[in-house]
């Protein structure tokens, strides 16, 4: 193994610090409406593109839920229906004990680099206190891109003037690991937390 000196730390959001799952919006929206279609439901938010324009800042809320509704026939609330779309996520117990433990370490700059949006990332902030600790963050709906584009790691590093061999990529997505990696950066791929950590652990030396 190549060795190298990791000075930068970028955790993803989504399936690495926090767990997410978005069946539970549309389950929360069927709690309501009774004869919603979930899996129509789902399918046509994936086809129109509808959480890509979101997450890159392309499209506020209120239109998001009136095309929705519309098309749904919904009867429930703006604030309801937010309630729903933003309640997707559990913690990560694993990445909560990590993440306090690296920032008492104060060894590391810490960064987050998600595809999130708005609502979403506050009430993230809100419920999952630990994210907190990152307060260097690039997110896709303030900068218009998103990963995998390589244009929001290069971004990231410019804005933090971060030297890629001296950052590490924690992540979820293959797509998004390559892109890092094409850049330079070391890459973490994050599926279960036991492997994570053994490689976690070799490159900075953290048990
Ligand atoms: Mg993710």
């Given at each position: 193994m190549k060795?190298?000196?990791?000075?930068?730390?970028?955790?993803?959001?989504?399936?690495?610090?926090?767990?997410?799952?978005?069946?539970?919006?549309?389950?929360?929206?069927?709690?309501?409406?009774?004869?919603?279609?979930?899996?129509?439901?789902?399918?046509?938010?994936?086809?129109?593109?509808l959480d890509t324009k979101l997450i890159s800042g392309r499209m506020n809320h209120r239109d998001f839920f009136r095309k929705?509704?519309?098309?749904?026939?919904?009867?429930?609330?703006?604030?309801?229906?937010?309630?729903?779309?933003?309640?997707?996520?559990?913690e990560n117990p694993n990445m909560k004990?990590?993440?306090?433990?690296?920032?008492?370490?104060?060894?590391?700059?810490?960064?987050?680099?998600?595809?999130?949006?708005?609502?979403?990332m506050t009430f993230i902030d809100k419920n999952f206190p630990y994210v907190r600790i990152l307060k260097n963050r690039v997110l896709s709906y303030k900068v218009h891109m998103y990963k995998p584009q390589k244009k929001i790691f290069k971004y990231l590093l410019e804005k933090y003037r971060l030297e890629p061999d001296t950052t590490v990529l924690i992540d979820d997505m293959k797509?998004?690991?390559?892109?890092?990696?094409?850049?330079?950066?070391?890459?973490?791929y994050y599926e279960s937390h036991r492997k994570f950590m053994s490689e976690f652990s070799k490159v900075l030396k953290i048990k």
């Open positions: 060795k190298y000196k990791v000075v930068n730390i970028v955790f993803d959001l989504g399936n690495t610090l926090v767990f997410f799952d978005h069946s539970y919006f549309s389950n929360g929206i069927a709690e309501r409406e009774k004869r919603l279609n979930t899996a129509a439901f789902r399918k046509y938010i994936i086809k129109n593109k929705l509704k519309k098309k749904f026939d919904l009867k429930i609330g703006y604030t309801d229906f937010m309630y729903f779309y933003s309640d997707v996520f559990w004990r990590l993440l306090e433990k690296i920032s008492r370490i104060r060894k590391y700059k810490l960064f987050l680099l998600s595809n999130t949006d708005s609502p979403h797509d998004n690991i390559k892109a890092a990696a094409s850049l330079g950066m070391h890459a973490i």
